[in-house]
């Protein structure tokens, strides 16, 4: 049996099965033709069957499918990493690679306080973070993340939290590092939007004054762009707005084709390990990282980006969400959140949901409303008139 993620299995409706899939549409066994309206979990920013990416990955395959990377490299790593070093900005230059995002997570909180043991500062024990935080559910992930309803078994180690978490508020950030500044090893946060808890928005001035406050205390930043990378806030990255000491990718890293992440260091982080003495290395390896179908997918949808505009297109996608969707109004909804390629109906009452799926269904959409959030964030090639039906989809549910 398939034991499902983050599912009472005992109560769990059946999956849709899905037999082949292309462009923004899912192919169902009992022949449906559903629109995915999440790009599963946020990946497949290009659709599904991209030629470009299908290529990719078959011709790498040809060659060879995997092989480790330590002790061996090979083009499509090298590629990728050099690739990564020029898109990304500034100096976020070293690319350790791993297989999924919250791996990356793991990684860069480890970086985070080896920077800080390597410097003689082992006594920065705290990781600062915020509410309704999501970075994975690895178990240093969960510590950094504020998500009572999903992460609720962190309660049975007993032990006492490491982590701080504090609203994504300026006054709230300056009393965290006033009170505790010279015992944090890092602040991670999902820069502009918080995904999984909630599609919650904040303002740029927080990550401003977060960069000035790190820099004052030597605390590295990461930001954990696993979902808003590439786009989906509106911005390529919310890095290239404030940089990050260290950042997190995946999901949409590779189109969502296949399975993989990276962790980039800034020089200042890279230049705390780079030493003749043992110890100081970065002790971590996971067996499938820098996959050679992994990099070729990922170079790929690199360049599919920069070729096809996207940036424009998710302006696209906002604005005809705005017109449509954004002045919204229904006593049982308590806000509507749009950013970018994201939009988010909160709802009062997570009951308020319970059937949306299958009536999501019987329009040709594929949603996954979790609590009390029913949301889309569609694949950046979608068409008007199709976003436009995901759109009335959720619209329609409260007019029943
Ligand atoms: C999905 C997600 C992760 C975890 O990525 P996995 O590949 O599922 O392990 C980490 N951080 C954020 C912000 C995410 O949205």
Redesign the pocket.
Known sequence: MIWRPYQQMKKMPSPVEIEDAEGVYLYTKDGRRLIDSISS??AVIHGYKHPTLTSAIVEQAKRFSHVMLAGTSHRPVELLSSKLESFLPKDLNYCFFSD????A?EVALKMALQYCVNLGRANRRKILSLKNG????TFA?MEASDFAEYHYILDARGETRRGVAIPAETDALEEAFDRNGDEFNCLIV?PLLQ??GGMRTYDLAFLSRARELCDQYDVPLIF?E???GFGRTGNRFVSDLVQPDVL?L??ALSGGYI?G?ATIANEKIFGAFYDDDPRKALMHGPTFMGNPLFCAASLASISLFESENYLEKIANIERITRREIGDFQDDRVRETRILGGVVCLETRDASVLDGYREFALDRGVFARPFLNYLYAAVPYVIEEEELVRVLDCMKEWFSR
């Open positions: 979990w946020w999924s995002g919250s791996v997570v999501y970075h994975g559910d992930a999902e995904c999984a954990d696993v979902a808003t997190c995946g999901k399975g992440a």
